[in-house]
């Protein structure tokens, strides 16, 4: 092995930042075997900075003699002992660094230390990230971080030895406290488990005169898990983005993962601000992402609100540093918007994320302007937890103790302003070197807690190549921190080694194969802390176990007749049911999935791409609270997961106009490649003016890479509204029907606009604009036609010149066209234009135009306009100008969208016919003190039908929804749907056909269950 430092590394310290250069000495030392001589340092001061940044305010260091190569094994060995400790503390507190000597200082080595008045020696067994050459501009140093207030310490014997490549015989192995087997801190946590993480589960059986039935068979699987474990994604491959790059197979194993063996998850990226105000990204990505995590039954963690570091968000946000009253209104009016626009989807948000490192914001607006975006994301959406995340709070040991006590000070002066602080994030990256035990991990988690906070970790991981360490610190940190009552979730910041920011820290290899870390995750998730038992009930027909919180299946047998039930016992309080056995089987509903997210706009159209005019919602739901309004010309889109080629599919939704004279529809399309269809289906809606389902049967070919949802009503001259509810496709169960034929007018959908920062929300950014002739921009956000930003256009040179974007153009294309006009004074007739400049010459066609006042906003659009050309196109311009004068105007929420025409389809029935579900009557068995009624229900297709509970699937006397199935099966299905009640007449609504049934209904028949009577 080779020494890097210098012979006598003690004396070459000789790198100063903000250190006086009187600040080190030299000193004898008596006795030690180790070494006999040690340098003092003396630190006069704390830095300048509260932040990380402080923390290397202040270095000592000393230059490598030597060469290092990229991936050889070192170790670095140093000695330290307090002389003067830090202020209030009995320790002494540095950062050991080995890094590059000058930018980037890439490093290889950074390591707490923490000392008392004793010799403490620190050894560390690490890789060289990259090669330090000596002698030149990558050469490394090994640099203390000294930024923690005054102190006096000694370090001595201080080496950095090469062992070469690989992993010598005799290199150093890294443990930590508390990894044995028979560790005391095991039998602990245990008993916390115990205590805190279950609760006592009692299922009685009865018959239905009340006797206890002895003897059943009784089942209780657990479904979920009260406890969160998570996993952030990438949004793109989450939904199989064509950005995201991921192939069929990988995308398989990517969404399987997620939606079994996690219950939360969260979007690494995509939420974060500077992707937030990307439309395109948040429209066709996030969105969808997020609708995928709620239709998979994922609580979702929003990451995060505000990041607040110049390098951390929008341009334009970093141009309002020198306006301090500018900043807090851009940086409110995000928030609000963000967090506003995700409530109900999210269900926690991490306000404010690494404070304690990224404070320029906190520079300019004061530290106490956290509590104010915790309020503000509060007034946002009142009803979720809301979080401060942070990193080095539980890592190194527990030994980043100023980085730990300024984000608790932090926590504490939010709580003491009465802001709605909920939970502290502990980030837990932990870097394989120093991994804090579970004895220290309990006392840091109580440290937090004691302010009345939750403790979430939030982006667990390991970063080792020893993968049997990996593994065996997940499984102790897993069991720590879920045996804790103030921890509320445990979640790691990737799974794969794909797609994260650290392969070595994931779960699966690329081939998807479990590394020993993904193995013990899933032994705890799904076996050691998972509940699944079964016994028999005793002669007082009870029958008890002891379970993990979450929700349950129970499944009672008797005769061979089986009942199921939910049951959900979310606290220790525990959890009892009563199961009648009357001889009469039953299932929990199981609602079918759904690859359309939220096709019952219960969310609005969050998750949908606006198109055309764009679409609004309306209160005169088919089912729940809210459907989709289409005005002539607007529309939605939304891009599909989960679909497989040559897997037949049934496509279904409810319409209906409010007048005559267009057509809307309800439609998939896709094809090999994003925005090209090559196949497309449709329900079209003319005629009907109450609620009518729709069916299409349709099979994506195979090579199908991209499946578009999407519904659109034509463009025309009248006013009709189309009204489109529970937009939903299943796998075929049963015989398909055959294919669909086109309607009687095919629509021809726009995509989303060409143009570049058309919404103008970016405030202080003009960019994709430019001036067609003279004139000034300035994104203003005078007064907007919506959103938070408009585009001022001042000093126009001619009535002819105003703001213009290049687009591209086809040929022949069909194109939708809309902006948003106002003057600044006066009136005029603004117009819209498309210059076509050709090897022939140049052609301007009039997209549109209307007299514009500067009392209020003006819309300018067209549609279905054909753009076409001879000669070969070398610009096509979008502009803005006025007929007469040129005066200042104001342009907002500006597009421009070619119209995708439709794909071809095979000839067939203009619809799918099918005939409407039927309920059919009902028998009852009375028990003590109440009935159960049984009713049944006819599907006379050769295939699946759905109806949601709604206005077509509801009883009453309400509650409307009362477990009945939404999942139709074919055929006769007698005594599917179980209502237990008082016995006054019950009535079941299905479409058009209604079954009641009382206390003088027929009877089920004698109850098998009392021969089992006590």
Request: with cysteine; proline share 7%.
């Amino acid at each position: 092995m080779n020494e890097v430092l210098p012979a006598d590394a003690v004396a070459n310290f000789s790198e100063f930042k903000s250190l006086p250069a009187d600040a080190t000495e030299q000193v004898a030392i008596a006795g030690n075997p180790n070494f006999s001589k040690a340098l003092q340092i003396a630190v006069p001061n704390g830095p300048q900075s509260p932040g990380l940044d402080g923390e290397y305010e202040i270095t000592l260091g000393v230059p490598a003699s030597g060469t290092v190569t990229e991936g050889d094994a070192l170790v670095a060995t140093v000695w330290a002992r307090s002389i003067v400790p830090t202020a209030g503390a009995t320790t002494g507190n540095a950062h050991l660094v080995f890094e590059t000597d000058g930018s980037p200082y890439k490093k290889s080595l950074n390591a707490a230390l923490l000392y008392g008045t004793e010799w403490q020696k620190f050894q560390f067994p690490f890789r060289a990230a990259t090669t330090y050459t000596a002698g030149t501009t990558t050469a490394a140093h090994l640099n203390l971080w000294l930024g923690y207030g005054a102190q006096t310490f000694q370090i001595a014997g201080v080496s950095v030895q090469d062992w070469g490549p690989g992993t010598p015989a005799g290199y150093p192995q890294i443990t930590y406290d508390g990894r044995d087997p028979n560790a005391a801190w095991r039998t602990a946590a245990d008993a916390r488990i115990d205590q805190y993480r279950k609760g006592n589960l009692a299922v009685s059986v009865v018959d239905p005169t009340g006797h206890p039935v002895s003897g059943a068979t009784v089942s209780a699987v657990q479904q979920t898990s009260a406890f969160k474990f998570g996993a952030a994604a990438d949004g793109a491959r989450l939904v199989g983005d064509p950005s995201g790059g991921i192939s069929g197979t990988d995308l398989a194993q990517y969404q399987e993962k997620y939606s079994t063996l996690f219950n939360q998850g969260a979007l690494g990226n995509n939420l974060k601000w500077n992707h937030w105000e990307n439309p395109t990204e948040r429209d066709a990505i996030t969105l969808p992402a997020l609708q995928w995590m709620k239709e998979h039954g994922l609580r979702i963690r929003g990451h995060n609100v505000i990041w607040p570091s110049w390098g951390l968000m929008q341009p334009d946000v970093v141009n309002l540093q020198n306006d301090p009253a500018a900043l807090r209104t851009r940086i409110n009016n995000h928030i609000t918007d963000e967090a506003s626009t995700l409530a109900g989807i999210v269900d926690e948000w991490d306000v404010v994320n690494e404070p304690y490192s990224e404070h320029s914001v906190q520079d300019i607006l004061g530290p106490d302007e956290i509590a104010n975006w915790f309020r503000l994301a509060h007034q946002a959406d009142p009803n979720v937890p809301l979080a401060l995340n942070d990193y080095g709070l539980v890592e190194s040991n527990g030994w980043e103790k100023r980085h730990r006590d300024a984000v608790y000070n932090t926590v504490q002066s939010i709580k003491a302003a009465g802001a709605p602080l909920d939970v502290v994030g502990f980030e837990s990256h932990f870097n394989g070197l120093q991994l804090t035990s579970p004895d220290d991990l309990m006392t840091i988690v109580d440290q937090f807690a004691g302010l009345g906070v939750k403790v979430a970790v939030t982006e667990f991981d390991v970063d080792t190549d020893d993968q049997q360490l990996q593994a065996d610190y997940t499984r102790d940190f897993m069991t720590a921190m879920f045996s804790n009552p103030n921890v509320n979730q445990i979640s790691n910041f990737g799974i794969w080694s794909k797609n994260i920011y650290n392969p070595r820290v994931a779960l699966y290899n690329d081939d998807w194969s479990p590394k020993p870390n993904a193995l013990v995750w899933e032994d705890l998730i799904k076996h050691q802390w998972h509940t699944s038992v079964s016994g028999q009930t005793t002669a007082a027909g009870t029958y008890g176990t002891r379970g993990f919180l979450g929700d349950y299946l129970v499944t009672v047998t008797v005769n061979g007749i089986s009942k199921q039930m939910k049951v959900a016992m979310p606290t220790t309080a525990g959890a009892s049911v009563t199961v009648i056995a009357d001889g009469q089987a039953t299932t929990v509903r199981q609602d079918q999935p759904n690859p359309i997210g939220d096709g019952g706009f219960e969310d609005g159209t969050r998750g949908w791409t606006p198109l055309g005019t764009g679409p609004a919602t309306a209160a005169n739901a088919h089912s729940g609270h809210t459907a989709l309004a289409l005005s002539p010309g607007s529309g939605v889109t939304q891009n599909l997961t989960g679909i497989t080629p040559g897997t037949s599919y049934l496509l279904s939704g409810w319409g209906r106009l409010n007048g005559g004279g267009t057509q809307c529809y309800v439609g998939v399309r896709g094809g090999a490649t994003a925005g090209t269809p090559t196949f497309q289906y449709e329900l079209s809606y003319a005629d009907e003016r109450a609620y009518t389902q729709k069916l299409a049967a349709f099979t994506p070919p195979a090579g199908t890479k991209w499946v578009q949802a999407f519904a659109w009503s034509n463009p025309g001259s009248v006013s009709t509204q189309c009204t489109l509810d529970d937009l939903a496709i299943t796998p075929t169960d049963g015989t398909p029907p055959p294919p669909q034929g086109a309607p009687a007018v095919t629509p021809y959908l726009p995509t989303p606009s060409v143009l570049g920062n058309g919404s103008l929300e970016n405030q202080s950014n003009t960019t994709g604009w430019y001036c067609l002739g003279t004139c000034t921009l300035k994104n203003a956000a005078t007064t907007p036609h919506a959103g938070t930003g408009d585009l001022s256009v001042t000093a126009r040179g001619a009535a002819w010149a105003g703001p213009a974007q290049g687009v591209s153009v086809v040929n022949g294309g069909l194109y939708d066209s809309s902006a948003w006009v106002r003057l600044a004074s006066g009136s005029d007739t603004a117009m819209v234009s498309l210059k076509l400049t050709t090897s022939t010459g140049s052609t301007t066609y009039r997209l549109g135009s209307a007299p514009v006042t500067s009392t209020g906003w003006t819309q300018i659009s067209a549609a279905n306009a054909e753009i076409s050309w001879t000669g070969t196109l070398t610009k096509a311009e979008w502009w803005i100008s006025t007929a007469t004068g040129a005066g200042d105007l104001l342009v907002d929420d500006a597009s421009f969208a070619p119209m995708a025409k439709a794909a071809p389809r095979p000839t067939g029935p203009a619809e799918t016919a099918f005939n409407p579900v039927v309920p059919t009557a009902a028998c009852v068995v009375h028990n003590q003190g109440s009935y159960t009624a049984y009713f049944g229900y006819s599907n006379a297709n050769n295939y699946y039908i759905p109806v949601p509970v709604g206005a077509d699937n509801a009883f009453s006397p309400g509650p409307s929804d009362r477990g009945q199935t939404v999942s139709f099966l074919p055929y006769q299905r007698p005594r599917r749907v179980a209502v237990t009640w008082d016995g006054s007449p019950l009535t079941w609504r299905l479409g058009a056909q209604t079954q009641t049934a009382s206390s003088t209904s027929p009877a089920c028949g004698s109850a098998t269950a009392g021969q089992h009577r006590r």
